[in-house]
Each structure stands twice: as C-alpha cells, then as structure tokens.
C-alpha cells in the first residue's frame, strides 16, 4: 500500500523551529520528486519546497526562502523540511506529496501535519 506520512508538526513561538518529516511507504522514493504544500484555514493550498529525485535541485516558495530547508535521505525514504524562523503567517497544515507546485491527480499525498506559530 502507497503511503506518505509526515510528522514533526506542533506548536513553536514566532521565531521557533521545527523539522517535519515524510516517510514513504510501499514505493521507492528515489524516482520521486517530493514537495511540500501546505494550507491554512480559510486560504488555497500553496506550494513550499520542492526537493528532485536526486536531491540536485530545490526550490522553494518567496515566502519561505532563506528560513526553510528541504532535504531527503532515500536511504530512509524520508524528506525532510527543516524550518527555521518561524512565524505566525507559517501557520497551516503541511503535507508532502510526489508532485511539485502544481500536483496532478496522480499524485500521492499525506494526511498532513499541523503547525502552529503563536505566542
């Protein structure tokens, strides 16, 4: 069975960080991009990071660029988002998914983990 689960979510103070993680499940991640989406209350969802198979490129969204870090140890099937500087505006549901800034429908997904930025 196909599964992405991300974890590491949870409450940080504006400037915290935090580190999620994506796991995969029943597939081989390496011949996978991976991004990271995340979406807040009452907004669209929006793309944040995007990491290639190989790790060789990433990408990231203005909004997160210089504070959040994406990686993956294939190894580990694992994709991780580090993020630092954290800030109310940050807050939402995060999800990894196999698929970068437009995700199509085939695209696998997790059920997403929550961060929140408050003091």
């Known amino acids: 069975q196909v599964q992405l689960v991300e974890s590491g979510g949870g409450l940080v103070q504006p400037g915290g960080s935090l580190r999620l993680s994506c796991v995969a499940s029943?597939?081989?991640?390496?011949?996978?991009?991976i991004g990271w989406f995340r979406q807040a209350p009452g907004k669209e969802r929006e793309g944040v990071s995007c990491i290639s198979n190989s790790a060789g490129t990433t990408g990231y969204a203005d909004s997160v660029k210089g504070r959040f870090t994406i990686s993956r140890d294939n190894a580990k099937n694992t994709v991780y988002l580090q993020m630092n500087s954290l800030k109310p505006e940050d807050t939402a549901v995060y999800y990894c998914?196999?698929?970068?800034?437009?995700?199509?429908?085939?695209?696998?997904w997790g059920q997403g983990t929550q961060v929140t930025v408050s003091s």
């Open positions: 029943g597939f081989t991640m390496d011949y996978y991009v």
């Open positions: 998914a196999t698929a970068c800034w437009v995700p199509g429908p085939r695209a696998y």
